[in-house]
């Protein structure tokens, strides 16, 4: 199996309700984002994916949340944008725009800090039609 995988950022408030401590009062981090595709075979240029396009559909995607208060997006209306929700948004909205019989969004991984990463994978059953 082929991965390609590309690295962006970006910058955002967030509050995490029902936490406790810190977290729960409006607080920024400078996001860091790690997305990677999969698939079995190449294309005729002998490419899993562009990195350019990747990047361009990524960036695409973080322009809706760079300095936003996320909170306030009607997808966390009912739930934390904790780096666990962002990773599963950030996957879905890539993988409506690229998952194909050939290659699929396999994994989303969001730093809210150095030290601190979470990760949203797509089941190996995930099919988009
Ligand atoms: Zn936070």
Excluded: Q
Aim: glycine share 6%.
């Amino acid at each position: 199996m082929y991965e390609v995988t590309i690295n962006r950022s970006f910058s955002a408030a967030h509050t995490l309700r029902d936490v406790g401590g810190k977290c729960e009062s409006l607080h920024g981090h400078n996001f860091r984002v790690e997305v990677t595709v999969a698939g079995e075979s190449l294309n005729g240029e002998g490419l899993l994916v562009d990195f350019r396009l990747l990047k361009r559909w990524t960036d695409e995607a973080l322009e809706m949340l760079d300095h936003r208060h996320l909170n306030e997006m009607d997808f966390f209306a009912d739930s934390n944008p904790s780096s666990e929700n962002l990773a599963r948004w950030i996957h879905d909205h890539l993988a409506d725009r690229i998952d194909s019989d050939r290659v699929r969004v396999s994994r989303v991984t969001v730093w809210e800090s150095e030290d601190a990463r979470a990760v949203y994978e797509s089941g190996a059953d995930r099919r988009h039609s």
